[in-house]
Structures are given as C-alpha cells and as structure tokens.
C-alpha cells in the first residue's frame, strides 16, 4: 500500500489503478515543471500551461510555448524531470479564494489557468499544489513527494486545440507515460514496439487491404483484399445471426430533419452530423441507425406474441470527426455499424442481455479474443427521467450480476438516451479495444410511440435494445490486422495459397491446379514472375500467404506438394487430396491456426 494525497488534502492508502493514476497526475506536473525550468525565461512567463491530466496510458501536458519542440527537445525535458525527481521535493497542497487565485495566476501570466478558474462555479474550492518553485491549479490526487516517480518515459509531441475547440488556438501536447517500477515501463515500451510492427495503417499498405486519400479524410478506400476479409466477416456475422434469430433489414442513409429531431440527436448529437437539403426541407445523413430500425417496428401493429423481435442491419453510418481525431481505421468519418435492435416486454429483458452475451462470446472466441465488461451510467446530456434511468441501469446491472461476468462501472459515459454495457476486447500483446456494446433504451420507444398489444389486451410500450458486436466493420478490421499482425487465419487471409512455379514448364500444373483449388473456393494464386524460387518464397512470406507450395518436375509427376506454413523455415510433403482436405477443415472450423 501506498499513501497519495486526495482531493480533500487528506491522506489515503492506497494500491493498483489508483496509485498509478496518481503517480502519473504528479509525472504531468514534474513535466510542467521542468519546461518551466527549461524554456520560461526568468520569470517562467515565455510557458503557458493549460491541462496535465492523467490518462489511461500516461500522462500529458498541454503547453503554450513560442518555440516550436521537436522529438531531440524530449530529452533535455526528461533529463530535468529526472533532476526533480532526484530532489524529492514535497507536494503540499492550499487553498485560496477565487478573487485569490486570480490574482496569483494572472501574476503569473497563466492566461489558461485563469480562464479555468472564471469558468469554476461561484463556490467552488479551488485547491494547488505545490513543489519546490513550481505550483499549478489543481484538484488532485498527488503521490507525497516527486521521488516517487522514478520509472517514467516522454513519448512524442502532438499539436492540441485549446479544449478541444478547432477554432480556439492550437497548443503543443507531450505525452509521457508512467509505471510503479522499471520493470513495468520496460514490458509497456516493449509492448509498444510491437505495436508499431503491427501498426493497421502500414500493414493495410503492404499488404493492399485499404488506402485514404486526401480527396476523403476519414472515408477509407477498400481494395480487392480488404473487401474479401470484409465480407467473410459479414457472412460469419449472417450465419451467426441467423442462429440467434435475428432478421436482416436495410434503411436509408438520408433521413428528414423530423425523425431527428424526434429522436433527440437533432438536439443532442447535432455537432456529429452531415446535413443536406431535399426539396427546400432540412434532411441529414444518419449518424446512427436506430431511427430507421423504429420505423421499420412501426410499419404495422405487433403482439406479444411477436416478441422479442430481433432485427439485424449492417448500416453505413456517417459522423463528423475532428481532422486531428483520425486515425487510420479506428477513427473514420464513415463505417459500417453491425448494428441490431431488439424489441421485448419488460419481462424478457435480462433473457435477451443474457442471449445478446451469449452471441458476443461466440463470435470473439471464434477470433481468439477475450473480454472485459464496463457498466456505463447516465451522462450529463442525457434524456429523461431519473426513475427511467435508474430501472435501465439496474436491468443491466442485474443481468451482470446474475451472470456472473465481472465489470467495473464507468460512471456518467451511457449514450444520452440510456445506459449500457460496453465490451473491452484484448488482442494478442494485451491492449483493449471497446468493440461491442449492449445498450437498454426505454426512451426512443416514448419518443416514436411504439407500442404492442399485451396478454391483456391492452397497448404497451416495448423495450429496446441497441447492440453492436463488431462496432465498426472497418475498425474490427484495423483490430484483426493488428492483432494477428497481417497473418490472417486461412478463412479469411485474401490469398490462401500461393503457386510458385520453378520454370516456365511448371506453369500449365500451377494454373491447373489453381483452377482446382478455385472450384473449391479456395482463394489461390500463381506466382509465374521470371525470379528465383528463394525471392517468391521471400514475397509470399512477406505478404503472409498461409500456404506457400513450390512447383517443380516431382510435384507434376507424383501430385505430392511441398507445403510451407507461413512463418515456417520448412516445407511438409502432402498429397494433393490430403491437402484439400486438410484446408477445407480449416476453413470450415474457422481454425486460427494453419
């Protein structure tokens, strides 16, 4: 256990998550203090500073500084944190008056700081903290002392918007990160460096998947092989779907101002969103495809006998992203949301999330992945009332706790018009991407007055649920792509197997037998280039071709094929037949392995 200083300024002991998180607070301030150091001039004035928060993989500290930083100016900061590490210098936290504060700060020339304390509530306390010369606005928590944060790195250096707002000024972020011990830093900076191997982006280069261009930021370009693995994961998802008895609609894209202002994102989500006009009236391009699903609900009355009736959309979806939020494909401005909506009593709630679950499992089992669970609860720009809130979140609480399923509960991130249970998958070198989600609505069926007739005979509202289990076609991609570091498992690779004829005499056998190999549905290529065997090997292991089979004056006489597995330095000796078998068992399985 460790002893932090909370918010209140009393001391606490604590270990894990929390320790962390507020050892790489005080990291961001060490950093504050070392630019301060470093490039403010005499009286520090020539640095602004705005925010130091910590994040889930570090820290940061947003700077206004004239001086442009570069990655080489990373070294002389971490070098002057590490002398201020060295002085363990206390933290030691006050508190003054707001009229205090301002004065202190504007004296200061901390223009940020000073807006942050005007937009501060009338009788908000406002707490600092203080070490050694240095002293910033700040509510908490704080590690003792300085000396406790010996095992930190500075990662890079991005541009910022002041709060975020394109049209405020751009301000230079660094990134550092922070753990309790070397040990651990050493694993994360390892972790990190074959991250950058697997990077999407340059993998979906090299291996011809996908591509963006200037002409559409954040709208990628799918190519032959990209739209291959897209649609092998889209005939699982059908195959799957079908199973759990869901069923297949399509809607619009462009829908009337009307529907969404009805549904509430006119008001809630309107910043997201790309507008046009149709004949003089406001219409938009659908951020999300829930409206679409209800009217579809509302085209004739239903019983309870019909519920819950489960409907499934593969919709393609726009928001408008930032430019500086873009990142490759996990942050576009299209993608195609697999996306189903469920409509039951309130009786059939827990069975569906318990199903909804059950599906989620197979399908991320079926690519090695595994999970963790977050509840997350009511945000502040949220619809209706606290009773409907409070019976949605305890539906789906209850669901979890009767499951069994562990989860932690992040409090205030629900969709503005109900809570939801968002799934954390872990790829292969440990890192969590939020992919699917499970999410209770009780008010958009208010909202479009859906209704079905009860056991009673009378008019009842259903409840709905929204749920996605890729999230994003195109990001489940970026993930898969990293995640098995471009070598596909044989479902769905682009190329399976790849025909490397030694001469020209070996051709004719090669394109025969890919022809056989594509009657089949296997997806093969012949690699008839006038190059050396050994540099076709190279290119088909490069491209991460599952099965690589040299053709030669044995393999036309006796039909016995040199297999070599992708990664492997040898080849396997297998009969033409037994090879065929062997890759439609694979296939048919989905095996993750060749």
Request: proline content about 4%; aromatic content about 10%.
């Amino acid at each position: 256990m460790e002893k932090i200083i909370t918010k209140d300024g009393s001391l606490a002991e604590v270990d894990g998550a929390e320790f962390l998180h507020s050892l790489r607070h005080t990291a961001s301030h060490i950093l504050a203090q070392a630019v301060k150091h470093l490039y403010g001039g005499a009286d520090g004035k020539n640095v602004q500073l705005a925010i130091g928060p910590a994040i889930d993989t570090g820290f940061y500290y947003d700077i206004d500084l004239e001086r442009k930083l570069t990655e080489e100016d990373l070294a002389d900061i971490e070098k002057e944190m590490k002398n201020i590490v060295k002085q363990n210098l206390k933290l030691e936290r006050s508190v003054l008056s707001r009229e205090d504060a301002l004065k202190k700060f504007a004296a200061l020339g901390e223009n940020y700081k000073v807006e942050l304390i005007t937009d501060l509530p009338e009788d908000a306390e406002i707490s600092l903290f203080t070490q050694g010369d240095f002293t910033d606005l700040c509510a908490g928590p704080h590690v003792q002392s300085t000396g406790k944060v010996k095992a930190f790195k500075l990662m890079s250096i991005a541009g910022a918007y002041w709060r975020g707002d394109e049209h405020n000024k751009m301000l230079q972020r660094i990134y550092g990160t922070a753990f309790t011990t070397k040990e651990e830093l050493n694993e994360y900076l390892r972790m990190l460096e074959e991250a950058a191997k697997r990077d999407h982006r340059k993998l979906g280069k090299e291996l011809d998947i996908f591509s963006l261009h200037d002409e559409g930021p954040g709208f990628p370009f799918f190519h032959p092989n990209g739209m291959i693995i897209q649609n092998e994961l889209l005939n699982y998802w059908r195959e799957v779907h079908r199973r759990y008895g869901y069923y297949e609609i399509k809607t619009p894209i462009i829908l009337n101002r009307k529907l969404w202002e009805t549904s509430g994102h006119w008001d809630h989500y309107k910043e997201n969103m790309y507008f046009t006009k149709i004949d003089e009236e406001d219409y938009a391009v659908k951020p999300m495809n829930c409206p679409g699903a209800i009217l579809v609900y509302n085209t004739h009355p239903h019983s309870y006998r019909e519920l819950p009736l489960r409907t499934a959309e593969l919709g393609l979806v726009h928001r408008h992203e930032l430019s500086g939020a873009l990142h490759g494909l996990f942050r576009v401005r299209n993608f195609t949301q697999d996306d189903a909506h469920i409509f039951m009593t309130p009786e059939q709630i827990e069975g569906e999330i318990q199903r909804t679950i059950d599906l989620f499992d197979e399908v991320y089992k079926t690519f090695g992945l595994t999970y963790k669970a977050e509840l997350s609860t009511r945000p502040e720009n949220s619809m209706g009332s606290d009773e409907i809130w409070e019976k949605a979140t305890a539906a789906l609480q209850r669901a979890l706790d009767n499951r069994g399923l562990e989860y932690v509960i992040n409090e205030g991130d629900g969709a503005f018009y109900g809570p939801k249970i968002d799934f954390h998958l872990r790829d292969s070198i440990g890192r969590t991407w939020q992919c699917g989600t499970i999410q209770l609505d009780m008010l958009l069926p208010e909202k479009f007055d859906m209704t079905y007739t009860g056991e009673d005979g009378e008019k009842h509202r259903p409840i709905m649920v929204h749920r996605v289990v890729y999230g994003s076609i195109e990001r489940f991609i970026g993930i898969l792509i990293e995640n098995f570091a471009g070598a596909f498992p044989v479902w769905f690779a682009p190329v399976q197997i790849k025909l490397l004829p030694i001469t020209d005499k070996h051709v004719d056998y090669s394109r025969k037998l890919c022809q056989k190999f594509f009657e089949l549905g296997f997806r093969a290529e012949v690699d008839d280039r006038s190059e050396k065997t050994g540099k076709k090997i190279r290119d088909s292991q490069v491209k991460k071709i599952p099965y690589t089979i040299v053709i030669g004056d044995k393999e036309v006489e006796t039909g016995v094929l040199p297999v070599r597995k992708h990664g492997d330095k040898n080849s396997y000796d297998i009969s033409v037949d037994d090879f065929i078998s062997y890759v439609q068992k694979k296939i048919s399985t989905r095996d993750l392995t060749y």
